[in-house]
């Protein structure tokens, strides 16, 4: 099913952005920088509620990029 070939690639393309966020986990040990940083945080819901093109809406955008990016911060905090 086409659903199920997407959901795939979703899945594929959550786990690359954990393995990235990892990699910026031992840049942000190696500066000794806070892990949550929620202007970037609001930064990356803000940049894709402009370039989204529906039928989503911007609140359904911003509670699915929340929710992405608070097990990203625990991921890292889980590796610390």
């Given at each position: ?78 590796s610390s």
């Amino acid at each position: 099913m086409e659903i199920d070939a997407i959901d795939d690639q979703i899945l594929s393309l959550l786990n690359k952005r954990a393995k990235l966020s990892l990699k910026v986990l031992e840049k942000k040990k190696q500066l000794q920088i806070a892990i949550s940083d929620p202007e970037r945080e609001a930064e990356i819901i803000g940049r894709l509620n402009i370039n989204h093109e529906g039928p989503l809406s911007d609140g359904a955008i911003s509670r699915i990029y929340q929710t992405l990016l608070a097990e990203m911060r625990l991921m890292m905090e889980r590796s610390s």
